[in-house]
């Protein structure tokens, strides 16, 4: 039976985990678990899963939650703060890691599961994109195992050569590009003199997938294809020219790997996230995900389509960035952590998002980041300039 630590338990990735291993039982045992503020679904995940320590990073209701175990009689340890996060996600008892921490606030303990050698399901694709070349160099060095979560990379991975999911670099056995598919949003047909006029309840209802506020108005803006296009270039070992971004809006072609003798391999699926999820736990076995098998009869058609740079103006800076290096890539995600705060709080339209992240982009242009340290440091220093353009 394998140990699991889930890091952002009461999210949507946390819930289609703790789904899939409530179906194996026999397989998969929870050891830790983490929230952020969210202390009711975390006690009630306690209760159900029994952890061993569970993590509620915003202190301010852990007396709370901490009589709430007591006054049930659980065992689970309760921790708190951002630094403990690291802790459980090196826990000694646990084989393996689900990074579901949106943004960067997951970077440290994602590179705590690395450093402790553990199984890191990745969905916290802010990790790669902040510090892509030290997170994969850290992941070599600690013989870690890297398996991608985000549905677009495991449909890639899955799609790869045997030889390719185990390390040979990309372009050997006949790869010659990766397909990134994208639905391109619920503004993928909507008249761009509108785009002004977009509130954040229509920005987050994506017509395909369940997720969180903040991976929605990304899938809006596809600055979430962006983000998917610096994590594969690194994932894959990669070049930003051996990507093709290619929207799909029935999402059920996950992702796609085109050959030197013509195929084309896609993964296919209805798309929910339980299907990358139990792929991961379980590689390179399969096991049962509770996801309704694909029905072909019921599929009307498959669509692909160029994404417009117009339209999309988030996707091509996320494009350019890669190509740039990391610094312009740990500035390009934290200026839009920041800008997309802003737009759900009133504070910025829809396209203003675009146009601050272009700004602190140009600002930062020739700033460079090769250590840790100076990740952090031009992280800190990119937001705080985006929050001096914004209205009070």
């Not at 070049?239 to 093709?244: A, K, V």
């Not at 996707?315 to 740039?324: G, K, S």
Request: glycine residues 6%.
């Amino acid at each position: 039976m394998q140990g699991i630590v889930v890091l952002g338990a009461t999210g949507s990735i946390g819930d289609s985990t703790l789904d899939v291993v409530a179906r194996h039982p026999d397989k998969y045992r929870i050891v830790a678990l983490s929230a952020h503020t969210n202390a009711k679904k975390l006690l009630a995940l306690c209760l159900k899963f029994k952890p061993l320590q569970a993590v509620l990073v915003d202190d301010s209701q852990a007396a709370w939650l901490q009589g709430e175990l007591k006054k049930a009689g659980s065992t689970t340890e309760l921790l708190t703060g951002s630094a403990a996060l690291c802790d459980i996600a090196a826990h000694p008892e646990a084989r393996q890691v689900m990074a579901a921490i949106v943004g960067a606030a997951g970077l440290l303990p994602t590179l705590a599961a690395v450093k402790a050698a553990k199984r890191v399901l990745l969905a916290n694709k802010e990790a790669l994109v902040m510090s892509g070349q030290l997170f994969m160099a850290a992941v070599k060095e600690h013989g870690a195992e890297l398996l991608p979560i985000d549905s677009e990379h495991n449909a890639i991975f899955q799609s790869l050569p045997y030889a390719c999911q185990q390390g040979a670099a990309y372009g050997q056995h006949g790869v010659t590009q990766i397909l990134l598919t994208g639905s391109g949003g619920p503004f993928r047909t909507r008249d761009l003199t509108t785009f002004d006029s977009i509130t954040p309840a229509q920005a987050v209802a994506h017509p395909n997938w369940s997720m969180g506020q903040k991976i929605s108005v990304d899938s809006a803006t596809m600055m979430n294809k962006g983000l998917e296009f610096i994590e594969a270039r690194w994932l894959f070992d990669c070049r930003g020219d051996d990507i093709q971004v290619v929207l799909h809006p029935q999402s059920i072609i996950h992702s796609m790997v085109r050959y030197a003798d013509g195929s084309v391999l896609a993964q296919m699926g209805n798309p929910d996230m339980r299907t990358p999820i139990a792929h991961a736990m379980a590689y390179p076995e399969r096991i049962a995900a509770g996801v309704e098998p694909l029905d072909f009869f019921a599929l009307s058609q498959f669509s692909f389509e160029k994404a417009d740079a117009a339209r999309y103006p988030c996707l091509y800076l996320a494009m350019d960035a890669c190509r740039a290096g990391q610094g312009a890539t740990t500035v390009l995600n934290a200026a839009n952590e920041v800008a997309v705060d802003a737009f759900l709080k009133g504070a910025l339209s829809f396209n203003g998002i675009a146009k601050m992240v272009e700004k602190t982009l140009n600002r930062f242009a020739s700033e460079t980041a090769s250590d840790l340290a100076a990740i952090l440091a031009l992280d800190n220093e990119s937001r705080q300039y985006l929050r001096t353009l914004l209205p009070c």
